[in-house]
């Protein structure tokens, strides 16, 4: 969903600082997707007959969640935060851990950030966070 070359590198200690404002930007993520998924069979109809002029109380409520959706979703992106996966409310964070490239990796409902997986391991492979292996350029 985000492009990896825009990616801001973090320490553990920066990307958990930010983490309360991140969190409450992936509640709001969180909340639109639940609307926008409640509203998409009520609106479905509508939309297969192309309603041209006329308008539909689901539709503006369903543009305005994706507005809602987007909106979150581009400010945690222009805080150089990977967005993995906005149904579970994955994201990544990039670090140096032993002078390599990593993700520190969080999800919706977590408290802080607690793992960390390697560039081409993804989610399945995340492992528990021990800051002393992380580089701090701070």
Same mark, same amino acid.
């Given at each position: 969903?985000?492009?990896?070359?825009?990616?801001?590198?973090?320490?553990?200690?920066?990307?958990?600082?930010?983490?309360?404002?991140?969190?409450?930007?992936?509640?709001?993520?969180?909340?639109?997707?639940?609307?926008?998924?409640?509203?998409?069979?009520?609106?479905?109809?509508? #939309?297969?007959?192309?309603? $041209?002029?006329?308008?539909?109380? +689901?539709?503006? %409520?369903?543009?305005?969640? !994706? /507005?809602?959706?987007?909106?979150?979703?581009?400010?945690?992106?222009?805080?150089?935060?990977?967005?993995?996966?906005?149904?579970?409310?994955?994201?990544?964070?990039?670090?140096?851990?032993?002078?390599?490239?990593?993700? #520190?990796?969080?999800?919706? $409902?977590?408290?802080?950030?607690? +793992?960390?997986? %390697?560039?081409?391991?993804? !989610? /399945?492979?995340?492992?528990?966070?021990?800051?002393?292996?992380?580089?701090?350029?701070?």
């Amino acid at each position: 969903m985000s492009d990896p070359v825009r990616a801001r590198i973090y320490t553990v200690r920066e990307a958990r600082a930010a983490l309360p404002r991140v969190a409450a930007l992936m509640e709001l993520v969180q909340a639109a997707r639940g609307e926008i998924m409640e509203l998409r069979p009520k609106v479905w109809p509508f #939309l297969r007959r192309r309603i $041209g002029n006329g308008g539909n109380a +689901y539709i503006t %409520d369903l543009t305005e969640q !994706f /507005a809602r959706l987007d909106g979150a979703v581009r400010q945690i992106m222009a805080m150089g935060i990977l967005v993995k996966d906005v149904d579970k409310g994955i994201l990544d964070f990039l670090a140096m851990r032993h002078g390599r490239r990593v993700y #520190l990796c969080w999800q919706h $409902g977590e408290e802080t950030i607690d +793992y960390w997986h %390697d560039i081409d391991a993804g !989610f /399945a492979g995340r492992q528990p966070v021990i800051e002393s292996e992380f580089d701090d350029f701070e």
